[in-house]
Structures are given as C-alpha cells and as structure tokens.
C-alpha cells in the first residue's frame, strides 16, 4: 500500500501493486517451501539422522548398493541375501524412481563438492520432495481456481499429517517422492487439458513416467485420468484439447512406463490398466464420429451410421477383451487390487495383505487426526468446485471423491487422498476468505456481494446478517474471518502436535520416560543387527519373522529366509509354521532352509508390544493358509490367545513361545511381581521351566527387545 | 656399529679359534653386567618389563654403547623400548632419557634382535652405571584354554625366560613376575624360585655367560579385558576458521580367550562379577581439554551409551560398545570431536605454521595393530613435512572436502604395534596463505549473486515468442 506521505528518499523501493504482490506471493511460497522442510525435521532433532521404520531401510541399502557400484549393476542385481535360498532379482522387482532420485541428488551434491553422505541424502530425500509438492500444489490450486486458492493449498499440505506420516525426514519410501509425482502428473495433465497443447501433453507423460517408475500407486493415475475422461465426454465436454492431452499422455506415457522392469507389460497384458486402453479407442471413436459428423450433412444418415459404429466398437472391444481373458494374455486383477475394491475381501483370502496394520480399514478417528479441519473444509470445498464447474474442477472434485474412498479402505492411502482434500479445502478456504475481504473492503454505497456464500452454518449466518444493516454486516464478516483465521491457527497446532508426537520416532530406536522423568532409550535393534553384523560368519542365514527381513538385510549385512517384500507367500508361511511348531518338528524344518540364527523380537520385559509373541496368530495363520497341519484354534484357549497357565499346550511349547521366554522365568520385571512376569501382555507366563534342544542362547539384548539363537549342528548318530 | 667392528679388528688375531658365539660376544667391549633385575608386569594385556642394568666396562677402551637383544619371538610383539638413566646425587636425582636404537648385528645367533642404547657419556674402562630399561610386549599373552565358557575366567600362558637373554655376561640376576590375581594355574620352576601372593621370584641367580636362555611358562588367571584395535584411522582436519576436527574410526577386537556357546544375558546381568569377567564392557578414552561436539557411532548410526566428563585438564569419554564384548568379538565405531585451534596450531619464526597433536590412540590400555594418522591441511597449503619422534611411514594424499577445488593436501603417516607410550606429540610444518581463507565464503557469495542476478534477468526479460 503505497503511501503518499513517504518520503522522496524512499521513492526508488517504491513498488507498484502488481510488484507488491509478486514480492508478497514469491515470498509466502518460499517460507511455505521452508516450512514443509524444517516440519518433517522432528526426529532428526530428537533422535538424530538415520532411516525410519522397515522398507525404508530396504531403499536404503538398494541406494547405497546404486552409488556403490552404478546404474547397470543395480539394475542387473541378482540379492542372494534376501529370500534364501531363491534370492531376490532386485532390479526387476522394484520401483527405482526412489533410488535414482537419491542418487542423482548425492552426485549434483558431490558435483558441486559437498561432501555429504548419502545416508543423509536419503534421509532428507522426503522433506525435500514434500517441499516440492507444496510447489506444485500452488500452481495446482492457481491452474484450477486462483493463485489465492494455491497459496493456501501449498500452506496446507505443507503441515498435512496425512502426508506428514509418510514424508518426515527418515521415512525414505517411495511415497516420499511418489506424492509429488502423483501431484505434479495430475497438474501437467490438468494443464495439458486446459490448454490442448502437445507440450504439456508430453510433460505428464514424463511426469507419468517418474510416477511409474517411483510407486505402485501410479495404477491410480492410469485408473483415475480414464475414468475422468469418460466423465467428461459424458457430460458433452469433450474437446479436442482433450483428445491432444490424453492420447499424448496415455501413448508416451504407457510406452515410458514400460521401460520399468517391474512394470514391463503390464499396461497391455493386466486388466487393471484395461480402462485406459478402453477409453483410448473409446476416444478414437469419438473422434471419428465427430469426423464423420462434419463430413455427413444427413443426420439421420449419420444417426444410423452412429449406431453400426458404436455396435462395432463396443463388440469389437468385448471380443478382443474376451479373448486376452480366456487366453490368459489379460491377466485378471490382482489380490490387493482386489482388496481395495472389496475391503472384506483380504481378510478373507489374503492374511499375508490383513496382517498389516496399515491396510486396515480406516478409523474415523485417524480421518480427523490426519485431516483435522480439511475433513469440514472438503465438502465445503466441493460444493464452490460444483458452483464453478470447468474441465479443472471436475478432475479435481473426481480425485478427491475417489481418493476419499480408497482412504476409507485401507489407512495408508489416506496418502493419496491428502493432496486432493488440501486442494479442494483451499479452495473453499480461499473462497470464503475473499468473499469476506471482499464484504469488509467495499464502501457503505456498494451493492451487496453476498450471493457467492458458502453453504455451511456460519456462511448462512453471515448471508442472514447481510439482509441487515451494514455495519453490522462488517461486523459479522469480522467475526467469520476471526473464526477462520482462530481454525486455522488450530490446524496449524494440531498440524505440528501431530508430526512431533505421533510420526517422528524411527522406531527403530525406542524411547521411554523413565522413572525421574528423564529420557530412557532403547537401542535394542541396533544392538542385535551390529552384533549380526559382527560376530557372525558372513555368510549366516538369519530367520526371523518377514517384518525384520529389511533390517537384518540392512543393518545386520546378513541373509534373511523371508523379508518384508513378501512375494513368496509359502516362503513366509514355512518360516510361521517353523515359528509355531515344536521344536523337533520346526528343527528339521531350520534344517532344510538351512538356518544359522533365529532371531525373536521379545517385549515381555521392557513392555514393548509390538513383538512377535503378539504377531504370533499371523504367523499362526499364515503358516497354516499353506499347511493344513498349522491349526488356528490350537493355540486358543476357547477362542481366546494366552499365554499364561491357561494357555494351549500347543502354544506353551511352540518355537516362538520358547524362544521368547527362554530363561524369562527366572527374571524380575516389575517390582512386586512374580518371577517371570511378562510386561507386555500383563500376566505372567504360563510355561517358566523352557529347555531347548536344538537351538542355544546367542545373544540377548540389553532390555531383551531383540534375541537370537544359533541353531546347533546335528547330533553324531553313533 | 663401528665401536664393535673395531673392537674385533683388534681381538680378531688372539681369539681367532675361538667359538663364534663367545668370540662375539666377548668382543663386544668388554661389558659385563654385575647386577640386573627385571620386574615383569602381566597384569594387564600389555607386558610391562622394568629392566634395571648395572653396566661395568670391564675392557680398556671406553664405550657409549649398550646392547639389549631379544628373542625373535619377544622382539614381534615389542611396542616400545626405552632407556632412561639416573643422574644427580642423591635427593637431586633426575631421569634422562637416552637414545635407543634398532640395530642388526649380521650374526645373531638364533636370529636374536638388538637395540643400541647410546649412553650420554662413554662409558670409561673400570667405571660402571645403571641403566633402566622399560619396554612393553603385546600380543604376548596367550588364553589357554583358547575357548572359554561364559562363565569361566579367562587363563592365559605367558612365556619368556628366567635368565635375561643378554650379550653380556650377567654376575647376579632376579626376575620378579607380577600376576594379576593369585590365581596361577602353573609355573615353570628354575631354582631357586618361588612364589608369593601374586608374585613369581625367579633368582638370584650367579654368572651366567652371554646368550643364556632358561625358557619357563607361566599359566595364570588375568580377567582384564584384551582390548586391541586392529585398525585405527585418526583423521585430524585443520580449518584455519578456528576448529580443529578429529575423526577415528576404530575396529576394536576382543583378543583374549575366544567365547564359546551360549551368551545368557539374565547371568550376565544378575551375577556381573562371576559371568563375562573377561568381557570388555567399556572403554575410557582420554581426550585434549576443552574438546567439543563429541560423537559416538558407527555405520548403523549413533550409540547412545557414553559419557563426556570434562575438566580444564583434560576430557575423559566413557564408551560403552553396543554390546559387551567377548573373547574374539568384534566392533566397530567413529568417535569425533572438535577442538580449538589456537590450542594446537601454533607458528614458527620463518612464518610457517605447524600442529602439534599426539600421535597414538586416546584410548587407556590399548593396543593398537595399525595406526594411520591423516592430517588433512587447509585448502592452499604447500611443503608439508612431518615430524614425529620415533620412525613411521609417511606418503601424501589428496582429499576433497565442503567445496574444495584444488583438493586438500593429507600428511598420512602409518605406524604398527602401538601401546599407549606411543602417545607423544608430533609436529606437522606447512605453510598457508590466509588470503586462501576467503575463497571458500567468496565462492558461495559469488554463486548466490550469480542466482539472483538470474532470477532479476528472468523478471526483466520477456522470453515469448509471439509478441
């Protein structure tokens, strides 16, 4: 607000409105793009720079393998410390946009000669990528409603828990940049239909490709952007930037995202990217038909001929469809596909999907810890993208009702719906916020402005105190913008509560209060991976159960019979049956994988809950998904899982209970207790006298979290 | 080398059919050593031996030189040697260090080894003095039974010989032996010798003619932990912004007896003093005084189990490996610190500057198997040269750190078989330009006006095409 009493001194940095409010913009987005970074730094601060949780670790060691030895060698890369004896063909079985990028930024760095380490590049590869995508989120917002819109869309998922859960400095998954690309396809493809140019059309195929080629999830782009297309032909939008936008998208793209190993055919041979291919000649259809329409002036001729075409095309595609069924050329949709359509259905059919915690269904209360206020905002949000319909908005309401549904289905792809209710909230946000502004800034002679309010109570108020006079008006739209503004301010305080409380702890190392108060730490994992990695021969096979596979791989540098890739269903269920039976039956089975260790996570003395004693139904149940000799109820006492005097004998002698509890019996835990009192689960343990025969005592860790036991060799039969 | 030479010109035609071994030895001046004690010291894994000589010049040309020599077998495992002699009367007394040197004789017999201390006044014909001499053996003692259980202690042998193996002929000798604990399994008996508490006298024993050699083995109990690095890198970066950075990264071995079976951690944690007495639970490293950042971890990340205590005189950091370590495990870490420069880098006269820094490992009852020290200098240094008191092997090395062009220059000296004697101070002497200081901030400033001039000239320039 440039003020005409300053003084002539001050004439040059005078600035022009339209200069005052780029230098406003430019900076509000570069505090947002440090915000979103320094938000997720929550446990590097507390704990220090190290990977987070299970997959993590497995991207870091392929990272580490990438800049190690090179593109071709990890591309070519054949794990034989992972699933033994099959071993593991790394480089077709995963999605390297993750490690590439990593890698790519640790050269730049080294280019530029700073001497990072690449545990550090991976480490802060999330943040990174998360303040990227409040970039993009702002050009989002600005392509589908205004830069005001985009502003508060960047502020917000700048701070969104749903995706802070997945991007905090640590956490390196592929999510981690596979948001941004998700993001960043949907907005060049946006672009491309808005402006029907062949440019933008190549730019969210590349931008597609990243996506393939760094996360699963791009089956939701290749799924979603057909579905939108379809929308918009039905409801007589289409134009022929759109035929330009997703022929170049869907063509490049597609032939890009075949280069990726692991995706390789798929867009031909699976039926879960069948719709795209559908709506492509769908849409070459269409365009022959509008052809044939400016060619023929005859409608009737043209009624007739439309008919015979349509018939041709939807039998023609029937047919052709039928045959790659049948002939197994189409392969039908996968189990977790399935899973996703049907949430009852993995629970169900595939225990190995169920026992996951995050891909239950989701809570309502994990939506409101997630999304806090955006859960109000969105359907506020969606009513003004209605009252504003164009090709932008559409795509935007379409990704937000359909990413909301997968969130109800499992809770990790709450994800995937964050960017969509961010942006939709903003709108509304920046909606509400304007019209208000808008209220308060006009003169008392100017018409009212009130016929673009919102549907929610407070806007119906405020439209109530418009029909009064019009200082009172002022007055309410005050108070409207106060409890905004007083909504926000809660977002952002729950936004940071959320981040440094619930998604800032590694999980590998654990932290307690102690008795004084001050801070107990619980390095016990690491513990028992360095001592793998250093007291065992190089070439020792670990068992444990898959949830520690990546980590033993990682931190412990020893093979693993099963890890957390899980690709071999009767691999993990051999490992639980060996868990849960008997010893002298689970030996000969150590025998045949050729076991060396057996690693248990125990938490009966620290009171860790999470450990394998408590997963043991899974193991229980997954074991005996393949082998019919694993029986659920004999580890259940009239339904109900124990572990104390009560307990099944068949559970009082498994493997896994005498692993976890070898000598436990003779342990204080808990002053005024009995001997052998397990703090996890309450009670104390059922069966304290455990003698083993084939395995011995390695190693325990210091708080007992994590024990290890050598399989001994056979007797001498004479 | 020349005085013995010499001295056997002259003998060589009177005792020419004499035996070789005699002929050698009396033709080594004339000294003969009238009294000699040696005091073993096996309490630790670092073999202490206090040798006091009383030297005579028994011949008619004076001598600065006096030879020790060991056995081949000692002489591996010898870290260090020193030779130190009293001077003054009486209360007045003062220690001097003399020289001491690794000599070969071309023919030893049995491959003996030789040091040649270099007395600070000849000794002359008739007149005797005492030299002290101090030396430590690693690697020296040997766990027998290799293998041991959890629970038992840790027996090692040790083995040396009850006469002290000499060129010269020794009148009078007694050796003490201190064990660490009473318990001693066993011990070879040479007459007279007997044993005390926990210690083993050997002697006196009367005239015995050069090179003799009476092997004895001692078996006996030492539960103190066998801490040896097998490799230790101490990197030490000078910035010349005031900081002083060392980084050393230790693979740190447990080299007593190997564990065997089973590791119970409810027995080691409910009867400490029984189960694992040999087991290495900590490690007391003593660094500079005001150090600062102090880090602990290894390739998996940080290690929480350390404390820092400091004083103005010196910081002591208590590490605790993840694990306790037994007979043959392994660990490996990085300790880093940094310290102030000003108390390090100091410079000369002909304005050159030069760091003075211990070279050994900070670490208290270690040995170390290789040690490499890296001196990383500023960015800009030129004509490094190294000073360091006792003989290492020296190279160069480019390193390339935060932002550097021309890449920095590295000191890198090796030594092997270090014991914490070792930790004396070296000199490194370079000389270094401060203008070079400002390239680095220059550089960043200049990329960051070079950027915004970019974005001002992107604002300013209309790119389109079309107009």
């Given at each position: 607000m440039s003020n005409s009493s300053t003084s002539d001194l001050l004439k040059p940095f005078k600035l022009k409105t339209k200069q005052q409010e780029l230098l406003i913009r430019v900076s509000i987005l570069c505090l947002v793009y440090i915000l979103a970074f320094i938000t997720r730094l929550f446990s590097v601060l507390r704990y220090e720079s190290m990977i987070h949780e299970f997959d993590p670790y497995f991207n870091y060691r392929t990272t580490l393998y990438l800049t190690q030895h090179g593109f071709y060698d990890f591309w070519n890369w054949f794990d034989y410390e992972s699933w033994y004896p099959l071993g593991r063909i790394v480089g077709g079985t995963l999605y390297p946009g993750l490690m590439v990028t990593a890698a790519l930024i640790y050269r730049l760095l080294h280019f530029l000669?700073?001497?990072?380490?690449?545990?550090?590049?991976?480490?802060?590869?999330?943040?990174?990528?998360?303040?990227?995508?409040?970039?993009?989120?702002?050009?989002?917002?600005?392509?589908?409603?205004?830069?005001?819109?985009?502003?508060?869309?960047?502020?917000?998922?700048?701070?969104?828990?749903?995706?802070?859960?997945?991007?905090?400095?640590?956490s390196y998954d592929n999510e981690g940049v596979a948001i941004f690309a998700l993001l960043f396809t949907f907005y060049l493809f946006v672009k491309a239909v808005n402006k029907g140019s062949l440019a933008w059309g190549?730019?969210?195929?590349?931008?597609?490709?990243?996506?393939?080629?760094?996360?699963?999830?791009?089956?939701?782009?290749?799924?979603?952007?057909?579905?939108?297309?379809?929308?918009?032909?039905?409801?007589?939008?289409?134009?022929?930037?759109?035929?330009?936008?997703?022929?170049?998208?869907?063509?490049?793209?597609?032939?890009?995202?075949?280069?990726?190993?692991?995706?390789?055919?798929?867009?031909?041979?699976?039926?879960?990217?069948?719709?795209?291919?559908?709506?492509?000649?769908?849409?070459?259809?269409?365009?022959?038909?509008?052809?044939?329409?400016?060619?023929?002036?005859?409608?009737?001729?043209?009624?007739?001929?439309?008919?015979?075409?349509?018939?041709?095309?939807?039998?023609?595609?029937?047919?052709?469809?039928?045959?790659?069924?049948?002939?197994?050329?189409?392969?039908?949709?996968?189990?977790?596909?399935?899973?996703?359509?049907?949430?009852?259905?993995?629970?169900?059919?595939?225990?190995?999907?169920?026992?996951?915690?995050?891909?239950?269904?989701?809570?309502?209360?994990?939506?409101?810890?997630?999304?806090?206020?955006?859960?109000?905002?969105?359907?506020?949000?969606?009513?003004?993208?209605?009252?504003?319909?164009?090709?932008?908005?559409?795509?935007?309401?379409?990704?937000?009702?359909?990413?909301?549904?997968?969130?109800?289905?499992?809770?990790?792809l709450i994800l995937v719906a964050t960017p969509a209710v961010c942006l939709i909230s903003a709108i509304a946000v920046s909606a509400t916020v304007k019209n208000l502004t808008v209220l308060l800034r006009s003169k008392n002679?100017?018409?009212?402005?009130?016929?673009?309010?919102?549907?929610?109570?407070?806007?119906?108020?405020?439209?109530?105190?418009?029909?009064?006079?019009?200082?009172?008006?002022?007055?309410?739209?005050?108070?409207?913008?106060?409890?905004?503004?007083?909504?926000?301010?809660?977002?952002?305080?729950?936004?940071?509560?959320?981040?440094?409380?619930?998604?800032?702890?590694?999980?590998?190392?654990?932290?307690?209060?102690?008795?004084?108060?001050?801070?107990?730490?619980?390095?016990?994992?690491?513990?028992?991976?360095?001592?793998?990695?250093?007291?065992?021969?190089?070439?020792?096979?670990?068992?444990?159960?898959?949830?520690?596979?990546?980590?033993?791989?990682?931190?412990?540098?020893?093979?693993?019979?099963?890890?957390?890739?899980?690709?071999?269903?009767?691999?993990?269920?051999?490992?639980?049956?060996?868990?849960?039976?008997?010893?002298?039956?689970?030996?000969?089975?150590?025998?045949?994988?050729?076991?060396?260790?057996?690693?248990?996570?125990?938490?009966?003395?620290?009171?860790?809950?999470?450990?394998?004693?408590?997963?043991?139904?899974?193991?229980?149940?997954?074991?005996?998904?393949?082998?019919?000799v694993i029986k659920e109820p004999d580890y259940l006492v009239n339904g109900e899982y124990r572990v104390d005097k009560g307990a099944a004998p068949k559970m009082l002698n498994c493997l896994m209970y005498k692993l976890s509890y070898y000598r436990f019996g003779e342990m204080m835990t808990e002053y005024g207790k009995p001997p052998g009192y397990d703090r996890a689960r309450g009670v104390e343990i059922g069966n304290k006298d455990i003698k083993l025969e084939h395995l011995e005592e390695a190693f325990t860790t210091s708080n007992w979290i994590v024990r290890i036991y050598k399989v001994k060799p056979p007797n001498n039969r004479w | 080398m020349e005085a013995p030479i010499r001295a056997r010109e002259a003998l060589g035609f009177i005792l020419f059919s004499l035996l070789f071994s005699i002929c050698r030895s009396s033709s080594l001046n004339h000294l003969l050593i009238s009294n000699a004690e040696r005091r073993i010291d096996l309490s630790s894994h670092i073999v202490k031996v206090y040798l006091t000589l009383k030297v005579e010049n028994a011949g008619s040309t004076p001598t600065s030189e006096v030879l020790l020599s060991f056995p081949p077998t000692q002489a591996d495992h010898l870290a260090t040697v020193e030779a130190l002699v009293t001077k003054g009367k009486r209360k007045k007394t003062t220690l001097v260090r003399l020289d001491v040197k690794a000599t070969e004789l071309p023919d030893a017999p049995n491959d003996a080894k030789y040091f040649t201390i270099y007395l600070a006044n000849p000794l002359k014909s008739g007149e005797s003095t005492t030299i002290e001499v101090l030396y430590l053996l690693t690697h020296?003692?040997?766990?027998?039974?290799?293998?041991?259980?959890?629970?038992?202690?840790?027996?090692?042998?040790?083995?040396?010989?009850?006469?002290?193996?000499?060129?010269?002929?020794?009148?009078?000798?007694?050796?003490?032996?201190?064990?660490?604990?009473?318990?001693?399994?066993?011990?070879?008996?040479?007459?007279p010798s007997n044993r005390a508490g926990t210690e083993i006298k050997y002697g006196p024993y009367e005239d015995h003619p050069p090179y003799s050699f009476s092997p004895i083995l001692i078996h006996f109990e030492n539960n103190s932990p066998f801490a040896v690095v097998e490799e230790l890198v101490r990197e030490v970066e000078i910035s010349h912004w005031g900081n002083l950075q060392v980084t050393e990264q230790y693979t740190l071995v447990h080299a007593g007896a190997r564990h065997k079976g089973v590791f119970s951690r409810v027995d080691y944690q409910s009867r400490p003093t029984l189960n694992g007495a040999s087991s290495l639970r900590y490690l007391l490293a003593r660094l500079p005084p005001r150090v600062h950042s102090v880090y602990y971890r290894d390739e998996i990340g940080n290690i929480s189990s350390s404390h820092l205590r400091t004083d103005s005189r010196k910081s002591e950091l208590e590490i605790e490996p993840r694990y306790p370590l037994f007979g043959g495990w392994k660990a490996t870490f990085v300790i880093g610190y940094g310290l102030p420069l000003q108390d390090f880098l100091f410079e000369t006269s002909d304005d050159r500057r030069y760091l003075n820094f211990t070279f050994g490992c900070p670490l208290l009852e270690t040995v170390v198997d290789k040690l490499t020290v890296k001196v990383v200098l500023p960015e800009g240094s030129k004509d490094p040269s190294a000073v360091v008191p006792f003989p290492v092997e020296q190279h160069l090395e480019t390193k390339?750190?935060?932002?550097?062009?021309?890449?920095?220059?590295?000191?890198?000296?090796?030594?092997?078989?270090?014991?914490?004697?070792?930790?004396?101070?070296?000199?490194?002497?370079?000389?270094?330009?401060?203008?070079?200081?400002?390239?680095?901030?220059?550089?960043?400033?200049?990329?960051?006006?070079?950027?915004?001039?970019?974005?001002?000239?992107?604002?300013?320039?209309?790119?389109?095409?079309?107009?």
């Open positions: 000669r700073f001497a990072v380490h690449i545990r550090e590049v991976c480490v802060l590869t999330a943040p990174f990528f998360a303040s990227n995508t409040t970039l993009v989120a702002y050009f989002f917002g600005k392509e589908i409603w205004d830069s005001g819109a985009g502003l508060v869309a960047a502020i917000l998922i700048a701070v969104c828990p749903g995706y802070i859960s997945r991007s905090v400095a640590g190549l730019a969210s195929a590349f931008g597609y490709f990243y996506m393939v080629s760094a996360w699963g999830g791009y089956v939701f782009i290749i799924n979603l952007i057909p579905l939108y297309v379809l929308v918009l032909l039905i409801t007589g939008r289409y134009s022929m930037r759109l035929y330009v936008a997703y022929n170049c998208m869907y063509i490049l793209g597609m032939l890009l995202a075949m280069q990726i190993r692991f995706v390789g055919f798929q867009h031909v041979q699976s039926g879960e990217h069948m719709a795209a291919m559908g709506v492509f000649f769908l849409m070459q259809v269409f365009y022959f038909l509008d052809w044939v329409k400016h060619m023929l002036s005859d409608t009737k001729l043209f009624q007739e001929f439309l008919s015979i075409t349509v018939t041709c095309a939807v039998a023609a595609g029937g047919i052709a469809l039928g045959v790659g069924m049948a002939s197994g050329y189409i392969s039908p949709w996968t189990g977790r596909f399935y899973s996703l359509l049907d949430p009852t259905y993995a629970k169900d059919h595939i225990p190995i999907i169920a026992s996951v915690s995050e891909h239950q269904p989701t809570a309502w209360s994990s939506f409101m810890f997630d999304f806090h206020i955006l859960l109000f905002l969105f359907p506020a949000g969606l009513y003004f993208c209605f009252k504003r319909l164009s090709d932008a908005t559409i795509f935007i309401v379409m990704y937000g009702l359909t990413s909301m549904y997968f969130a109800g289905v499992m809770v990790r002679k100017v018409a009212q402005i009130g016929s673009t309010k919102g549907t929610s109570s407070a806007k119906a108020s405020s439209k109530a105190s418009l029909d009064q006079s019009q200082p009172f008006q002022k007055n309410g739209a005050m108070a409207l913008l106060f409890g905004a503004f007083y909504l926000l301010s809660r977002y952002a305080t729950h936004c940071t509560w959320v981040t440094s409380e619930a998604y800032s702890s590694p999980s590998i190392v654990l932290a307690a209060r102690g008795a004084h108060g001050n801070r107990v730490i619980f390095d016990d994992y690491r513990e028992a991976y360095f001592w793998l990695r250093q007291n065992t021969p190089p070439d020792a096979k670990v068992m444990s159960w898959w949830d520690y596979g990546y980590q033993i791989t990682a931190m412990g540098n020893r093979t693993v019979i099963v890890d957390n890739n899980t690709w071999n269903n009767t691999h993990i269920a051999t490992v639980g049956r060996a868990m849960s039976s008997y010893e002298d039956e689970a030996y000969e089975i150590i025998r045949s994988l050729d076991v060396d260790y057996v690693l248990v996570v125990f938490g009966g003395v620290t009171g860790y809950s999470s450990d394998d004693i408590n997963k043991f139904l899974w193991m229980v149940r997954i074991g005996g998904g393949v082998f019919p | 020296s003692q040997e766990p027998f039974p290799a293998e041991i259980a959890q629970s038992e202690s840790q027996l090692v042998y040790y083995r040396d010989s009850a006469l002290i193996l000499s060129p010269y002929h020794i009148k009078q000798q007694t050796t003490f032996i201190k064990t660490p604990s009473t318990k001693v399994e066993s011990f070879t008996r040479v007459e390339y750190s935060y932002l550097d062009v021309v890449g920095r220059t590295v000191v890198v000296m090796e030594k092997k078989n270090l014991v914490p004697a070792h930790n004396s101070h070296f000199q490194v002497y370079y000389t270094f330009k401060p203008i070079f200081m400002l390239a680095e901030p220059l550089m960043l400033a200049s990329a960051f006006f070079l950027f915004f001039v970019a974005c001002v000239a992107y604002l300013h320039i209309d790119l389109s095409i079309r107009k």
